[in-house]
Nanobody, 114 residues
Framework: VQLQASGGGLVQPGGSLRLSCTVS????????AGWYRQAPGKERELVAG???????NYSDSAKGRFTISRDNAKNTVFLQMNVLKPEDTAVYYC?????????WGQGTQVTVSS
């Protein structure tokens, strides 16, 4: 199983980015997926998750600004991030979880700065 994250970059405060995580090696739609992030000097934290049934949860910091979604036809998970703040600066990691297995992508850097 492989996860390929993309879409990070440098954006000004108030801007938007859309992260993508393309999954291969596992049947689409059967796993829970989501995004974590890790800022320098901080622990990795959950940003958003989506189950195979479509249930979604967000961290308090993501609620109202971020939207997680999945396209099972493309075996891809997205994180739309709006109204970005400097404190959103971090490396964002996608993950999937199925039964006893967990897989992680390589991370994509998001930097919010003017």
């Amino acid at each position: 199983v492989q996860l390929q994250a993309s879409g990070g970059g440098l954006v000004q405060p108030g801007g938007s980015l859309r992260l993508s995580c393309t999954v291969s090696g596992i049947i689409s739609g059967i796993y829970t997926a989501g995004w974590y992030r890790q800022a320098p000097g901080k622990e990795r934290e959950l940003v958003a998750g989506i189950t195979s049934g479509g249930s979604i949860n967000y961290s308090d910091s993501a609620k109202g600004r971020f939207t997680i979604s999945r396209d099972n036809a493309k075996n891809t998970v997205f994180l739309q991030m709006n109204v970005l703040k400097p404190e959103d600066t971090a490396v964002y990691y996608c993950y999937i979880h199925y039964l006893a297995f967990e897989y992680w992508g390589q991370g994509t850097q998001v930097t919010v700065s003017s």
